[in-house]
């Protein structure tokens, strides 16, 4: 029988479930290769009581005696906890119920099927994070979900800094290699777009990689010995024919391998070389890119490895003079590697990592001269290359204006450098993806100026100019939060334990939005009036509903832990930049607060902390 969804134990003296009903079950997970019955066959079936391992539950077995299915109650309270799928008579996949409370929190595949053990923390049915995965699997998910665009999908691929904490890595490899894997997190859904190599029915073939390496202990102040893959890669195929995808350096954290990086890829799928590895340049790197028909000639792989000792020499170093010269001429380098290559896109791809690399150094501080690099990219690249010239154009004004903003500048006369130069930069690039993003902080900048109509237009362009990207849900989000005074609104999703949540549940009662982060000092603050003003108008049935808008769920439920708020936290994966929460109202900074009448309509799209008790009071009468 059928109880909640799942197929429930019955007592002995009960009759069996039909095959059909036992048949009937599918995976929690989609991408399950198991046996599927024929309809016509299923009569044939039979189902038979479990007499394995102690467990009680039934097994569903083919006419001529092949296993299919396998459920069973493994804690004897009369309830299935694991549901067991079979392909040829071999296990190839489960899902678990490890709580006991009917729904599935792990799914492993098994046998043939690999060795992935996905753990789902709020019984969603989606994986929050693996347990157990292998190397080639890791390339195989990195494939699918650039296909899928999932970026959920590939963030749980990433390392995190926990992760590398745990392994033994030094500090600074920690903190160089977490700052990378949080940039590819927020970087990916506008690289999955942007990109066309892997197309939306590509599958997995097959991992190529030399041998794996250990880094051993003591190396750059590691405690353990750490193995890792270095210019790992990808190869697939779609319609359009086989394609690679270079998924660079997968490291081993306890039963599981990670990834650091977004992927490469070039002209009809062809892998990109990577500058270096992140730990070593494997021997046998150049021989392996060759045989892939992507390698680096002699003076490109003696480039890297000149280039390998610098990125060596900036994980040990500190000293400002010394990290200015570093990256001086590691930038020398890259431009060196990029007239070396005759490959569009291989070239395209340094050029993209020299503009990243110098953009970074510059904005912290530790290369002064960096903006002067940038400018001379951007003339370089002349107007035959407009996306990878608006691209350094774009990184050079964000580096710029984190220069500009020295403790003795003029704020006001920065910023509206700032504004006038995103401007122009909008005028002369109006369709390049940075643009979006350019509009986007005209537009926040406007709404901080009060000059909605202003904002509106910009928001609006980027909905009409980039439709389908996440600038664009963010932009008419955005436009919906402005344009939501005096409307009926609604938000829906799930709360950081996995319950469902909808606002107009909530009908009736006013109710106070409150979008916030762990990293968002205002914030912390908003929660101590917002406590006070939950106390102050129970009365009224004022209804306080957080929004977490944190990379992780671990961050909040770390914080919670040590804070508790007696009132319901949403979240969802993707963060401030493309989280569903944030992007149904546009929401760009913290904190927001929205204010909702027990109607359901908006009274404030944007209430202050300070201005809440008054426009509660008027509420409240």
């Known amino acids: 029988m059928f109880v909640g969804g799942m197929l429930a134990v019955q007592p002995a003296a009960a009759a069996t479930p039909s095959a059909k009903d036992a048949l009937q079950l599918k995976p929690v997970q989609a991408d399950v290769d198991y046996e599927v019955v024929e309809p016509a066959a299923v009569a044939k079936c039979t189902v038979a009581d479990l007499d394995y391992n102690d467990w009680s539950g039934w097994e569903v077995r083919s006419g001529d005696g092949t296993l299919l299915r396998r459920f069973a109650d493994t804690n004897g309270d009369n309830k299935v906890d694991l549901w067991c799928y079979f392909k040829f008579g071999v296990e190839v996949y489960r899902d678990i119920d490890r709580d006991f409370n009917t729904k ?10 690999g060795t992935r053990w996905g753990i789902d923390e709020n019984e969603d049915g989606k994986i929050d994070s693996w347990k157990q995965i292998s190397p080639e699997e890791v390339t195989a998910e990195v494939v699918s979900a650039l296909a899928d665009r999932d970026a959920a999908r590939f963030a749980r691929l990433l390392a995190t800094g926990k992760d ?10 920690v903190r160089r290699l977490n700052s990378k894997a949080t940039r590819a997190a927020k970087d990916f859904s506008d690289f999955a777009k942007r990109q066309k190599a892997v197309g939306r029915d590509a599958k997995w073939v097959q991992f190529a990689a030399a041998t794996p390496g250990v880094v051993p202990s003591g190396t750059d102040g590691s405690s353990s010995d750490i193995t890792v893959y270095e210019n790992a890669v990808a190869m697939f195929e779609d319609a359009t024919g086989n394609g690679q995808l270079l998924v660079g350096t997968i490291i081993r954290v306890n039963d599981a391998w990670r990834i650091v990086d977004l992927p490469s ?51 040990s170093t500190s000293n400002p003079k010394e990290l200015a010269k570093l990256h001086e001429a590691r930038a020398q380098l890259v431009s060196r590697l990029i007239k070396a290559t005759d490959n569009p896109s291989e070239r395209d791809a340094w050029t993209r990592q020299l503009v990243d690399t110098v953009s970074m150094a510059t904005q912290s501080g530790v290369y002064p001269d960096g903006t002067k690099q940038l400018q001379a990219i951007a003339r370089s690249l002349g107007d035959k290359n407009e996306s ?66 202003d904002a509106l ?8 100019a980039f439709p389908g990207t996440d600038t664009a849900e963010k932009a008419e989000g955005a436009v919906r939060r402005l344009e939501s005074v005096g409307q009926v609104i609604d938000l829906q999703g799930n709360s950081i334990d996995g319950k469902p949540f909808r606002l107009s549940q909530l009908r009736g009662r006013p109710v106070v939005l409150h979008y916030w982060a762990t990293w968002c000092e205002p914030c912390k603050q908003d929660m101590k009036l917002l406590r006070a003003l939950q106390a102050r108008y129970q009365k009224a049935g004022l209804v306080l509903v957080g929004v977490n808008v944190d990379a992780t769920s671990e961050m909040a439920k770390g914080f919670l832990k040590q804070n508790p708020l007696p009132w319901i936290q949403l979240f969802d994966d993707g963060g401030l930049e493309s989280s569903d929460l944030a992007k149904t109202f546009g929401v760009q900074t913290l904190p927001t607060m929205m204010l909702i009448d027990d109607r359901g309509r908006v009274v404030r799209h944007n209430v202050r902390a300070a201005e809440l008790e008054s426009e509660l009071d008027k509420l409240a009468k």
């Open 265 to 315: 890829v070039g002209e009809g799928g062809d892998a990109v070389a990577q500058s270096s590895g992140n730990f070593f340049t494997p021997g046998g790197m150049a021989q392996s890119a060759a045989s892939l028909d992507s390698g680096l000639g002699a003076q490109s792989q003696q480039l890297v490895t000149e280039l390998e000792e610098i990125d060596r020499k900036l994980a």
């Open 104 to 113: 599935a929190d792990q799914y492993r595949w098994l046998g043939t099927a």
């Open 457 to 464: 237009g910009y928001y609006k362009k980027v909905a009409a």
């Open 164 to 173: 590398l904490e745990s392994i033994g890595l030094g500090s600074e490899t």
């Open 388 to 453: 990878l010239k608006a691209y350094a154009e774009y990184m050079m004004i964000g580096a710029e204006y984190a220069l500009r903003q020295t403790p003795d500048a003029d704020f006001a006369e920065v910023q509206k450098w700032y504004l006038e130069t995103l401007t122009e930069f909008v005028d002369r690039y109006p369709r390049m993806p940075e643009s979006a993003q350019a509009m986007l902080q005209l537009a926040l900048s406007k709404e901080f100026e009060d000059k909605e109509k």
